[in-house]
């Protein structure tokens, strides 16, 4: 994990408690939020793709809770009416 610190210059690093020593340095604030993004955006890549391939191989990739989809839409009545599930199963009527 990895801490933003104000530098005596106005700037700012980030300090890595991993490391126990600074990764970067003299960092404007669109900086860091470039940088913590970026590492962000890769591990939510990692996680979705990981999903994807359980999901792919039929596996539950969130245990017990993974919904098939029509148990997404038996939810989806259960909480909005059979409506909402008419105009839902109305998105996937191929052409």
Not at 66 to 82: A, R
């Amino acid at each position: 994990m990895a801490q933003i610190i104000k530098q005596p210059n106005g700037k700012y690093c980030l300090f890595s408690n991993n490391v126990d020593n600074i990764t970067h340095y003299d960092c404007s604030p669109d900086d860091i939020v470039k940088e913590w993004t970026s590492q962000y955006k890769k591990e939510m890549e990692a996680k979705v793709t990981e999903i994807i391939s359980k999901l792919e191989k039929n596996e539950k990739p969130y245990f017990r809770f993974t919904l098939s989809f029509d148990e997404m839409l038996e939810t989806i009545e259960n909480v909005h009416g059979k409506k909402e599930v008419k105009d839902i199963r109305g998105l996937f009527v191929a052409d």
